[in-house]
């Protein structure tokens, strides 16, 4: 079983911003996708951002422009920087990421979860 660390989170003012990283295991094979996720109360988890081996990202319409997603290969980690955040972006923010195990077995891995509160 593939566990991600997540890390980052906290309380800001509306404004502001806030960086969360997420590592994956050294021992993995390979990471095809890295993503952030974010759920609010009462609503549906929704994709933040994405990056793809090759560095493609795509971005939800509502953070484009505000947040950059990165990756840094040689520690298995992606990060999320989130700047001029909203009170909308308060959210419970969980780190994805799917690839193959060092046996070629396929994983499809979730964070814990790290809290984000904007304040208005």
């Known amino acids: 079983q593939v566990e991600l660390v997540e890390s980052g989170g906290g309380l800001v003012q509306a404004g502001g911003s806030l960086r969360l990283s997420c590592a994956a295991p050294?021992?993995?094979?390979?990471?095809?996708?890295m993503a952030w996720y974010r759920q609010a109360p009462g609503k549906q988890r929704e994709l933040v951002a994405q990056?793809?081996?090759?560095?493609?990202?795509n971005y939800a319409d509502s953070v484009k422009g505000r947040f950059t997603i990165s990756r840094e290969n040689t520690k298995n980690t992606v990060y999320l920087q989130m700047n001029s955040l909203k009170p909308e972006d308060t959210a419970v923010y969980y780190c994805?990421?799917?690839?193959?195990?060092?046996?070629?077995?396929?994983?499809?891995?979730w964070g814990q979860g790290t809290q984000v509160t904007v304040s208005s």
């Open positions: 994805n990421a799917m690839g193959l195990t060092p046996t070629m077995a396929a994983y499809d891995a």
């Open positions: 050294g021992y993995i094979f390979s990471i095809n996708v």
């Open positions: 990056i793809i081996s090759g560095g493609h990202t």
